[in-house]
């Protein structure tokens, strides 16, 4: 009886630690932590095991504002690392204004979680990031993922004048939420914008680390236009990169035109080009689990390829 009773608490206990565990790994309850690099802490939370994916925000976003189903979705298969950058957030320091300054700062983030090789995944603003870490740092980038942003230079389809008056808005409602990064005229994205929205939102505190600063926002657009201006030839350097690279975007993106990389995805010798139908800026959040999967199954792919191509030689 005694023999019984201490196996059953046994098991009792195990449930307890695995469901505990599981509850660590959610997005929903993930902690803050710090890396320190040059005396800024750059604040980051991690989730899952596996390929280490570096998760690069768009302008205005926090580790509070990506969706947490999308993040779960992901650290089913990968480690998942997304991280504030200095000045924004929940990390300290000055928001650099070019992105070869942001991207140094991302490569040293990565030494300091002792990471060799990583998956760099930015969206919008975070995948100039993420092209500028690829280009800069090819070294520590095993591939790429660019959801809803567009290549260097400038845009032959340029960014509609009604998704910019809603991105400087202070604060943003859900129906700005709906231009800015779904498709409004779609009844089934404005449903996914509502759901997305009440899972980000259902953490607290989440519009208190939003930047909302003017002064923030014109580095964010210095650094955005030193982009297009593309003096050190990027758009050019990006079709000569072995890099795989996964290009994720939706068929009306308002603020990044999916267009812009119909030129390009040809040249680009290992880019992939992924859109989905009536969807907007943010395709992860539209369809989080879809997007995961997309990511996860490119990923393995291309390691596969890579470890098979190293194996040969």
């Given at each position: 009886?005694?023999?019984?009773?201490?196996?059953?608490?046994?098991?009792?206990?195990?449930?307890?630690?695995?469901?505990?565990?599981?509850?660590?790994?959610?997005?929903?309850?993930?902690?803050?932590?710090?890396?320190?690099?040059?005396?800024?802490?750059i604040?980051?939370?991690?989730?899952?095991?596996?390929?280490?994916?570096?998760?690069?925000?768009?302008?205005?976003?926090?580790l509070?504002?990506?969706?947490?189903?999308?993040?779960?979705?992901?650290?089913?298969?990968?480690?998942?690392?997304?991280?504030?950058?200095?000045?924004?957030?929940?990390?300290?320091?000055?928001?650099?204004?070019?992105?070869?300054?942001?991207?140094?700062?991302?490569?040293?983030?990565?030494?300091?979680?002792?990471?060799?090789?990583?998956t760099?995944?930015?969206w919008?603003?975070?995948?100039?990031?993420?092209?500028?870490?690829?280009?800069?740092?090819?070294?520590?980038?095993?591939?790429?993922?660019?959801?809803?942003?567009?290549?260097?230079?400038?845009?032959?389809?340029?960014?509609?004048?009604?998704?910019?008056?809603?991105?400087?808005k202070?604060?943003?409602?859900?129906?700005?939420?709906?231009?800015?990064?779904?498709?409004?005229?779609?009844a089934?994205?404005?449903?996914?914008?509502?759901?997305?929205?009440?899972?980000?939102?259902?953490?607290?505190?989440?519009?208190?680390?939003?930047?909302?600063?003017?002064?923030?926002?014109?580095?964010?657009?210095k650094?955005?236009?030193?982009?297009?201006?593309?003096?050190?030839?990027?758009?050019?350097?990006?079709?000569r990169?072995?890099?795989p690279?996964?290009?994720?975007?939706?068929?009306?993106?308002?603020?990044v035109?999916?267009?812009?990389?119909?030129?390009?995805?040809?040249?680009?010798?290992n880019?992939?080009?992924?859109?989905?139908?009536?969807?907007?800026?943010?395709?992860?959040?539209?369809?989080?689990?879809?997007?995961a999967?997309?990511?996860?199954?490119?990923?393995?792919?291309?390691?596969?390829?890579?470890?098979?191509?190293?194996?040969?030689?």
């Amino acid at each position: 009886m005694k023999h019984a009773f201490i196996k059953q608490l046994s098991i009792l206990l195990t449930l307890v630690i695995v469901s505990l565990s599981a509850k660590a790994q959610s997005a929903a309850n993930a902690k803050n932590q710090y890396a320190e690099i040059n005396g800024v802490k750059i604040a980051y939370r991690s989730l899952g095991k596996g390929t280490p994916i570096l998760l690069a925000n768009r302008m205005r976003g926090s580790l509070d504002t990506w969706d947490p189903l999308f993040l779960d979705e992901l650290a089913k298969t990968n480690r998942v690392i997304y991280f504030d950058y200095p000045g924004i957030g929940y990390s300290t320091g000055v928001l650099p204004d070019n992105f070869s300054d942001v991207a140094k700062v991302v490569n040293e983030f990565a030494k300091a979680l002792k990471l060799d090789k990583v998956t760099m995944a930015g969206w919008s603003w975070g995948g100039y990031v993420s092209q500028t870490m690829v280009l800069e740092y090819p070294e520590r980038v095993a591939q790429a993922v660019l959801i809803g942003t567009n290549p260097p230079g400038d845009a032959e389809f340029p960014v509609q004048q009604r998704w910019v008056e809603r991105a400087l808005k202070p604060i943003n409602s859900l129906e700005d939420e709906e231009i800015l990064f779904f498709e409004a005229n779609s009844a089934q994205s404005r449903q996914a914008a509502k759901a997305s929205h009440e899972r980000i939102y259902a953490r607290e505190g989440v519009v208190d680390k939003i930047p909302a600063t003017m002064e923030l926002f014109q580095m964010y657009l210095k650094g955005h236009e030193k982009f297009r201006e593309d003096k050190e030839n990027r758009k050019e350097q990006l079709t000569r990169t072995q890099i795989p690279m996964l290009i994720v975007c939706g068929d009306n993106d308002l603020s990044v035109p999916v267009q812009n990389w119909y030129p390009m995805i040809g040249k680009i010798p290992n880019g992939q080009l992924v859109v989905f139908p009536h969807s907007g800026h943010g395709p992860q959040h539209e369809f989080p689990e879809l997007s995961a999967r997309y990511i996860a199954e490119f990923i393995k792919g291309t390691n596969l390829k890579q470890n098979s191509a190293l194996s040969v030689k």
